[in-house]
Nanobody
Framework: QVQLVESGGGLVQPGGSLRLSCAAS????????MNWVRQAPGKGLEWVSG????????SYSDSVKGRFTISRDNAKNMLYLQMNNLKPEDTAVYYC????????????WGQGTQVTVSS
């Protein structure tokens, strides 16, 4: 079955950096678009970034564009999110999310990793 396991979250000061990782298994990772989605305390889900197959075009929400970088390693079945210049409003649980084959929706989620940006 599909498994998505995030890691790399933690507490960081404003302006700091973190790198999130997602280990994927149970499906052919290289042929699926992958995403990062977050949920801030008391708020709904917010799509953050996505990358299509073969490490192709990437996309970002306006709130993180220029600060976050998504990447994937198809040989290792890994998805990453490099987060720089973090702000308190980036505080959230970050989820790794898989898209169905040939689509850009989301059909599977990881358990999430907490990112807290605070001084």
């Amino acid at each position: 079955q599909v498994q998505l396991v995030e890691s790399g979250g933690g507490l960081v000061q404003p302006g700091g950096s973190l790198r999130l990782s997602c280990a994927a298994s149970g499906f052919t990772f290289s042929i699926h678009a992958m995403n990062w989605v977050r949920q801030a305390p008391g708020k709904g889900l917010e799509w953050v970034s996505g990358v299509v197959i073969l490490g192709g075009p990437t996309s970002y929400s306006d709130s993180v564009k220029g600060r976050f970088t998504i990447s994937r390693d198809n040989a290792k079945n890994m998805l990453y999110l490099q987060m720089n210049n973090l702000k308190p409003e980036d505080t959230a649980v970050y989820y790794c999310a898989k898209s169905p084959y040939g689509d850009y929706g989301i059909d599977s989620w990881g358990q999430g990793t907490q990112v807290t940006v605070s001084s």
